[in-house]
C-alpha cells in the first residue's frame, strides 16, 4: 500500500529516510557519512564526481522525454533547463560505419520518420534481437549521413500528444555532438554539466562486428571524459559489458537489472544461467561491486507490484546494495497514470497525470539514491518536498 503509514514503514519520513540513507550505506559507503547538506536540503558527499551530486539524484530519462521526442538535443536540453543533476544523454547504438548515435533501441522506426522515406524502404526487415523478432529499420543498415536525413518523432503519442508538436524539428545527436553540446552548457552555465550514457545490446552488436565498449571508450579518452571523477556515468543492462568497460574506462559504472526473473542477453548466451534474482543477493550485489559504482534496477524491484499493480513491500535491495557499497538509480518515474503503480492512478485516459508526488514520497522513503524520470521537473519538485519533509 503506498500510503503514509507504508512510507514509515519503508523508512520513516522523508528527512529520516535521507539520513538512515546516509548512514546506511550509498550515502554511507559511497557518498562518505561526511557529506554535507546543501542549502536545497539535498546532501552530496562533498567530494568531486559522482560524491558531488545532490542526492537523491535526479536523472533526467532520455532527456526531459515526458515532454519532448525522446533523445534529442531538444529533449537532453529541456531537462538540463529544468535541472535535472544529471541527463540520460543517451541510449547508444552504432551505425553501419560505426559511429554511436543516441537511440533507446537499433530499430528506428518508433522513433524517426524512417517510414516516410521513400528511399529507404527496401531497408526494413526482420531480425532476431536478444531472442525476439522485431520488424523495421535498424541502425546498424544506415550511415551516419543517411540517420542525419531523419527525424525524431514521439515514441508514445497516445500518452504524449502535446510531444507531437516537435515532431520532424530534431534530428539523431551522435555521442560526440552530445559530448560537445555537454561542454558547450557547461561553459554557458558555470556549472558542470552530468551526462549518463547507457551502451544498448552490446553483445548483439558485437556479433555483428560493431562492439560498443571500444567506441564509447576511445571517443571518452579523446574529449578526456574517461576518468574517475569525470561527469559520466556509464551504464549497460550486460554485465560483461560494463566489466569490460571497467578495463577501458575508470569512470562510474551502473549495472541496470530487469524484473527478478529476466536474464542479461550476455548471459544467455554464455551459457550463464543466473538471473536477475541471482544478481540482487548479497553475494551477487557484492560481485557486482567488485567492478561498478552502482545498480540501475527497475522499480519493482526496491517495491514489487501485485498482481493488481499495487505496492507491495519494499524488499532488501536498498539495504543490500548499500551495505555492498552500490547506489541505486531505479527506472523509471513517468507522470502518466500508464505507467504509474496501480495506487497513485488518477482520473482516466492514457494521457491523464496521477498522484506522482505520492509515488516519488514512496520510493524516495525507500532511501534510494536517485531516479531516472521522464518529468525532471516533478522529481525535482517532489525531491523538495522530501527533503524538507
Ligand atoms: O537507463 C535506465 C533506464 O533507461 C533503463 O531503461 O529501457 O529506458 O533504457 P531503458
Ligand atoms: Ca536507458
Known amino acids: 500500500m503506498a500510503t503514509r503509514e507504508s512510507n514509515e514503514q519503508a523508512g520513516g519520513t522523508g528527512r529520516r529516510a535521507l539520513l538512515g540513507a546516509a548512514v546506511l550505506g550509498a550515502s554511507g559507503t559511497v557518498l562518505g557519512l561526511g557529506g554535507t547538506a546543501r542549502a536545497d536540503g539535498t546532501r552530496h558527499g562533498g567530494g568531486r564526481g559522482l560524491k558531488g551530486l545532490p542526492v537523491p539524484t535526479i536523472i533526467g530519462h532520455r532527456g526531459a522525454s515526458g515532454y519532448r521526442p525522446e533523445h534529442t538535443l531538444g529533449s537532453y536540453q529541456l531537462a538540463l533547463d529544468m535541472g535535472a543533476d544529471v541527463v540520460e544523454a543517451g541510449d547508444l547504438v552504432p551505425t553501419k560505419d560505426g559511429h554511436l548515435v543516441c537511440r533507446h533501441e537499433p530499430e528506428i522506426g518508433g522513433t524517426t520518420d524512417v517510414a516516410d522515406h521513400p528511399e529507404f524502404a527496401g531497408r526494413r526487415t526482420t531480425k532476431t534481437l536478444d531472442g525476439a523478432s522485431v520488424t523495421g529499420w535498424f541502425t546498424e543498415d544506415f550511415t551516419l549521413a543517411e540517420l542525419k536525413r531523419l527525424r525524431a518523432v514521439e515514441r508514445i503519442p497516445a500518452n504524449r500528444p502535446h510531444n507531437t508538436l516537435y515532431n520532424g524539428r530534431w ?3 551522435t555521442f560526440e555532438e552530445v559530448l560537445r553540446w555537454q561542454d558547450e552548457q557547461t561553459r554557458k552555465r558555470g556549472k558542470q554539466v552530468w551526462i549518463y550514457p547507457e ?8 556479433n555483428l562486428g560493431l562492439g560498443l565498449e571500444e567506441r564509447v571508450a576511445a571517443i571518452l579518452r579523446k574529449h578526456g571524459k574517461h ?10 543492462f550486460e554485465p560483461t559489458g560494463i566489466q569490460r568497460l571497467r578495463g577501458l574506462v575508470d569512470n562510474p559504472l551502473v549495472v541496470l537489472l530487469s524484473g527478478a526473473n529476466s536474464r542479461p542477453w550476455d548471459f544467455v548466451e ?5 538471473t536477475v534474482a541471482d544478481l540482487v543477493t548479497p553475494e551477487g550485489l557484492k560481485e557486482i ?3 561498478a559504482q552502482g ?6 524491484l526496491v517495491i514489487p507490484r501485485d498482481a493488481g499493480g499495487r505496492l507491495t513491500r519494499p524488499t532488501t ?5 548499500h551495505r555492498a557499497g552500490l547506489i541505486l538509480h531505479p527506472y523509471t518515474l513517468r507522470n502518466e497514470n500508464p505507467f504509474l503503480p496501480a495506487d497513485f492512478r488518477e482520473g482516466t485516459g492514457p494521457d491523464a497525470y496521477g498522484d506522482v508526488f505520492g509515488a516519488y514520497r514512496t520510493y524516495f522513503a525507500t532511501g534510494i539514491d536517485g531516479v531516472f524520470t521522464d518529468h525532471p521537473d516533478t522529481g525535482l519538485l517532489a525531491r523538495e518536498d522530501f527533503v524538507n519533509d
Open 289 to 291: 561491486a567488485s567492478y
Open 317 to 321: 535491495l536498498v539495504r543490500d546494495a
Open 171 to 173: 534530428e539523431i545527436p
Open 270 to 274: 554464455s551459457g550463464d544461467p543466473r
Open 199 to 206: 551502451t544498448k545490446h552490446p553483445t548483439y552488436f558485437r
Open 295 to 300: 545498480i540501475g534496477p527497475t522499480l519493482d
Open 227 to 236: 576518468r574517475r571523477n569525470s561527469p559520466v556515468i556509464l551504464q549497460s
